[in-house]
């Protein structure tokens, strides 16, 4: 684990502390908007450029745990996200929306992070990583149209503006540079550097993020705490429900282990861009993708634990 992964989860918490600390800075305010929408367009841009997209046949080497984890992932948790969302949150539709949008779209980074700490199969976690990202760009869309195309606050002209600004044009730039630069031998070089940058861009739209809605966070904080229900109950459920697949399935624990954490890891900078431009003036959905992964972060490490644990005695 590189020294930027280690501080991933405290830069982004620095950056949400420092933008509700200079929310009282008029420049920075007046600027933060389109901050966002430059930074996060260039942090999608910088991970479509690193996931090997050509790759995704490698995805069905292992077509259990291929089918598993999508089975899981695409048609379990979106099921299991809108009734929590239903349960908990109903009272309010900003925050429903923010939650089952960080549910839908599986983690397409840190969750490598935890795996390997975890002693679980690292390449079969990577090799699942391709699919993963393709169907949450197919799919975010698709249920949020299913689940809230009649809440009155889903709007398609939006939806189909973020879709083109933070996925389709950044996708087709990575794709244009990748082929300018497949025969150079600079490739791997410039490629590897943009790919460095993706957290400091995802930091600073985190950071504009939060000195634009300082003000609508710190009015509506006691209202979002109860999006800490719903988040928790999302991993006991889901790591309860991996343990038995894998048992049911008689996954080796390594396996195992991979399976936990890639259906168990949310937080996709994607949902966080097609909710700031899907949902312009609800931003409590945004402000809730960003805690999700707050409480998310310690929630894994202490999985990773617990797998080793069970590591112990598992057969």
């Known amino acids: 684990m590189d020294l930027i992964e280690k501080l991933e989860p405290v830069l982004i918490f ?5 933008g509700l600390l200079c929310n009282n800075i008029t420049i920075l305010r007046q600027i933060s908007p389109s901050l966002i929408t430059i930074f996060l367009a260039l942090m999608l841009f910088t991970l479509f450029l690193d996931i090997p997209l050509k790759d995704i046949r490698n995805s069905f080497s292992n077509i259990k745990f291929t089918s598993t984890s999508l089975i899981i992932n695409f048609l379990w948790t979106p099921l299991l996200g809108y009734f929590l969302g239903n349960l908990f949150l109903n009272g309010n539709i900003d925050l429903f929306i923010g939650f089952v949008m960080l549910i839908l779209t599986p983690c397409t980074d840190w969750y490598l992070v935890f795996t390997k700490m975890s002693k679980g199969n690292l390449p079969l976690s990577l090799s699942i990583l391709p699919i993963n990202l393709v169907l949450q ?5 698709v249920y ?6 009649s809440s009155n606050t889903l709007e398609l002209s939006s939806l189909a503006n973020s879709i083109i600004t933070f996925i ?7 794709i244009i540079v990748k082929y300018v630069l497949k025969d150079k031998p600079i490739k791997d070089k410039i490629t590897a550097h943009l790919s460095n940058l993706q957290l400091i861009f995802l930091c600073i739209a985190i950071f504009a993020l939060f000195n634009t809605e300082a003000n609508t966070l710190l009015k509506n904080i006691n209202t979002i705490g109860i999006i800490f229900v719903p988040v928790i109950l999302f991993f006991i459920i889901n790591f309860i429900l991996d343990y038995i697949i894998a048992k049911k399935l008689k996954y080796n624990y390594e396996d195992y282990a991979s399976l936990t954490l ?37 929630v894994l490490y202490i999985v990773s634990k617990i797998l080793l644990k069970i590591k112990k005695e598992y057969k």
């Open 262 to 298: 890639t259906t168990l890891a949310r937080n996709s900078p994607l949902a966080l861009a097609i909710a700031i431009s899907s949902f312009p003036h609800n931003e409590l959905i945004a402000i809730a993708l960003v805690i999700g992964p707050l409480i998310e972060l310690p």
């Open 144 to 149: 949020l149209l299913i689940f809230f195309s």
């Open 137 to 141: 760009l197919i799919l975010l869309p």
């Open 168 to 174: 389709v044009l950044p996708f087709i730039t990575s």
């Open 14 to 18: 620095g950056s949400v502390l420092l």
